[in-house]
């Protein structure tokens, strides 16, 4: 066994980030301006409607201004892409975020890339993701910039290491993969099709998580000294890192919950100020 395991935690890097956002929305305020994050949820789903209510909330706390547009389940795609086009047209809203997944028979990628790029404060957009893959990205995928963040804010170097990335989802796996290879991380990117996904995980310094099955990366999958973010969020409140057998062997890792949870909230909501600031400024 290494050392005690350092338990990153979320709670204390989303503090810190609203910390700071709270002196810029009090700045905006002076200027007459409101942060507003619009969200729209399409359908009843309750898991979602949970999250949604989560982020008002979060939004309420810090003074950013929170619409949320309620469609029914049988919205069909046009209808949804309008009542994107109108809040993009709207200059009080500064982000929007389309809760995920929409019912199927809605197209989603035609929704998510019908969001104005400044206001992409979820980073969902085709053009977002691939401002994010040449680095440049003002507004990546939150939970992707959320998982960064944790590294910096506890000064985990990235450049140099290998980071072996379970998952390649658009707002998760792949657009992380993106971000810690144009940190100079040396990147495998892992999915349900790999073979050897165990060998793999083992030459991680970092590993990253994102997979959506509880518990599924195993302690002996991980190379002593490694850090592992977990970005998995399951049912029970349960991450994707089996992370009691992990400690074990672990010189970091995220708990779930108050890991990549919290930073992912706050991210969305210093994406939306700075968008807010951005609209300012033009
Ligand atoms: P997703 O779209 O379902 O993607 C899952 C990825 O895992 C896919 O790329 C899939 O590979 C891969 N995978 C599935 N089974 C695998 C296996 N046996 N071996 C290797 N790879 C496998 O999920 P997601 O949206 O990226 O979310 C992943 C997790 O993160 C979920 O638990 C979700 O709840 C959580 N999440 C958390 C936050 C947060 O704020 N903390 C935000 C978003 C998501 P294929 O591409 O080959 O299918």
């Known amino acids: 066994m290494i050392s ?47 999250y949604v209510k989560m982020k008002g909330n979060a939004c309420k706390r810090l003074g950013i201004q929170s619409i949320r547009i309620d469609l029914p ?43 104005a790029i400044e206001k992409d404060v979820d980073g969902v957009t085709t053009l977002g993701f691939a401002r994010t893959a040449f680095g440049f990205a003002d507004f990546p995928a939150c939970t992707p910039a959320a998982i960064v963040a944790i590294l910096d804010y506890y000064n985990i170097p990235i450049e140099g290491k290998h980071a072996v990335v379970i998952g390649r989802s658009p707002i998760l796996g792949k657009p992380v993969s993106q971000m810690l290879l144009n ?75 108050a890991g990549v949870g919290p930073v992912t909230i706050a991210t969305l909501l210093k994406h939306t100020v700075e968008a807010a600031e951005k609209a300012v400024s033009v």
């Open 4 to 50: 005690e395991a350092l338990i990153l935690d979320g709670a204390r890097v989303a503090a810190d980030m609203k910390e700071k956002l709270g002196d810029k929305v009090s700045r905006l305020a002076e200027q007459g301006v409101i942060p507003c994050l619009a969200t729209i949820l399409v359908g009843g789903d309750p898991a979602s409607a949970t």
């Open 73 to 115: 389940e049988h919205t069909s795609t046009e209808e949804l892409l309008a009542a994107i086009r109108e809040l993009n047209l709207d200059p009080k809203v500064h982000g929007i975020l389309l809760q995920h997944p929409v019912p199927h028979h809605i197209n989603e990628r035609a929704a998510f890339d019908a969001i």
């Open 183 to 257: 940190r100079n991380a040396t990147v495998t990117t892992c999915h349900s099709k790999t073979t050897n996904l165990a060998d793999l995980v083992r030459l991680g310094d970092i590993v990253v998580a994102a997979v959506g099955k509880a518990k599924f990366v195993q302690a002996d999958w991980i190379k002593p000294g490694a850090v592992v973010l977990d970005a998995g969020y399951n049912e029970g409140n349960v991450g994707d890192v089996d992370y009691e057998a992990c400690l074990e062997n672990v010189s970091a890792i995220t708990p779930v919950p």
